[in-house]
């Protein structure tokens, strides 16, 4: 049996969110790439062997970028699935997960990752809340009287 399910209007804020998501990526990547030109790590590379200081704040932008790709598929269908029916929250906690994996890469690009551990919290908690809105839609779509 299939349901019926309109799109909020305010769902658009849940694809300014995936835009912004994209915006913020473009940006990491582009700083990767001039990680790599600085500190001589050639692609397909991933890492840089850790033999001097170079090395390792290559790998810090490398590691702060690739945190991110890490939960990319999770933030993606916890905030669209969840913001169909809680498109504001969904969106509000979609931008802060945004803003703090912003923070998070800048501070993780300056070769002390252990100065960014909040910041990976705070991505986590709204993580967690685009959780509970999409669970919150699930049992919505378990509970609900169809004729």
């Known amino acids: 049996m299939a349901l019926g ?9 849940i694809v300014l969110d995936l835009v912004m998501y994209f915006i913020l990526h473009l940006w ?7 990680a790599r030109e600085k500190y001589n790590v050639p692609y397909p590379t ?14 810090t932008v490398q590691i702060g970028r690739q945190n991110s790709i890490d939960y990319m ?8 699935v969840g913001g169909l029916q809680h498109s504001l929250i969904s ?5 802060l997960y945004i803003i703090s994996l912003f923070f998070y890469f800048k501070h993780s690009a300056t070769g002390n990752p252990d100065s960014c551990r909040r910041l990976m919290g705070l991505s986590f908690l709204a993580l967690l809340g685009l959780i509970i809105c999409t669970v919150s839609f699930g049992i919505n779509l378990l509970t609900r009287d169809v004729l």
């Open 91 to 95: 969106a509000g906690l979609g931008a």
């Open 46 to 59: 991933m890492y840089a062997v850790e033999r001097n200081m170079e090395a390792k704040l290559f790998n």
């Open 28 to 34: 990491m990547g582009y700083l990767l790439d001039k």
């Open 5 to 13: 399910i309109q799109i909020p209007m305010e769902y658009c804020y």
């Open 73 to 80: 598929p999770v933030f993606f269908v916890m905030l669209l």
